[in-house]
């Protein structure tokens, strides 16, 4: 049983950052490739950025590309998400996930453990 808690998240002005970060614990976190979702209010929950389980291999949703950036140390049992260029419209719990099967195509159906979620609040 793998736990994974995020920190990091909180109330940012638009146009500013945010490094949110995700602990893993319990199991081996290596054989785990990591992703950061979001979830908004009435809305679906978003997959946002997938990290391979080595670190080589990123992919990115259209609406954070560019502005997001994924990583891990494994060394750390830990995945980040660097977040810059905030927009009012990122506004969201964000969560982080481990799948043990799934890279490229990991999803909310596939995915093995989930975080409890951090907010993040990106004000205008």
């Known amino acids: 049983q793998v736990q994974l808690v995020e920190s990091g998240g909180g109330l940012v002005q638009a146009g500013g950052s945010l490094r949110l970060s995700c602990a893993a614990s319990?199991?081996?976190?290596?054989?785990?490739?990591m992703g950061w979702f979001r979830q908004a209010p009435g809305k679906e929950r978003e997959r946002l950025a997938v990290?391979?389980?080595?670190?080589?291999?990123?992919y990115y949703a259209d609406t954070v590309k560019g502005r997001f950036t994924i990583s891990r140390d494994n060394a750390k049992n830990t995945v980040y998400l660097q977040m810059n260029s905030l927009k009012p419209e990122d506004t969201a719990v964000y969560y982080c996930?481990?799948?043990?099967?799934?890279?490229?195509?990991?999803?909310?159906?596939?995915?093995?453990?989930w975080g409890q979620g951090t907010q993040v609040t990106v004000s205008s």
């Open positions: 996930a481990a799948d043990s099967a799934r890279t490229q195509s990991m999803s909310i159906r596939s995915v093995d453990y």
């Open positions: 319990g199991g081996t976190f290596n054989i785990y490739a």
């Open positions: 990290i391979s389980r080595n670190g080589g291999i990123t």
